[in-house]
């Protein structure tokens, strides 16, 4: 999955407006317009498609974080220069405050239950010999989840 991707169904999921979602990448330090976000929207094949970097994807979601949660004195969230599928799962568990039963029923609800055991997986540290690389397919029905919850 693209960060586009993602974006795209975090927007329809919490039904955010340009307006909104230039106010998420503000909360994580990021300054942009809307000719950037409707850019980021965009699919590939369409005509004034902008690709969202890996570093302002994780503003996004660090924004997205403060959104959900509220800023936390004296921490200042470092946005990563590199995701991969493992660190958009764990910062969306954190902002939207998910525990691992939570998380179990969203992939339940979509269609792909998973043990407790095989998520904990996804957020150990990779030099940990039970880490696992989450997979597109992980990601996608996390977030179809996520969907079918949080869509008003």
Not at 24 to 46: H, M, P, Q, S
Not at 90 to 97: G, Q, S, T, V
Not at 115 to 134: I, T, V
Request: glycine share 6%; aromatic share 12%.
């Amino acid at each position: 999955m693209t960060n586009n991707d993602i974006l795209r169904r975090l927007r329809f999921s919490f039904d955010y407006n340009d307006n909104k979602m230039i106010e998420i990448f503000a909360l994580g330090d990021c300054i942009t317009n809307r000719t950037n976000i409707l850019g980021w929207l965009k699919k590939e094949e369409t005509e004034g498609y902008i690709r969202l970097s890996d570093y302002d994807f994780a503003k996004f979601l660090n924004g997205f974080t403060v959104l959900h949660r509220g800023k936390q004195d004296g921490k200042e969230h470092v946005a990563e220069k590199i995701l991969n599928n493992n660190i958009i799962f764990r910062k969306l568990r954190i902002a939207l405050n998910l525990k691992d039963d939570d998380i179990l029923q969203l992939l339940e609800n979509a269609g792909y239950p998973i043990s407790k055991h095989e998520l904990s997986a996804f957020f150990r540290k990779p030099e940990n010999s039970k880490y696992r690389e989450c997979k597109d397919q992980i990601l996608r029905y996390f977030l179809i989840g996520i969907e079918k919850k949080y869509k008003v």
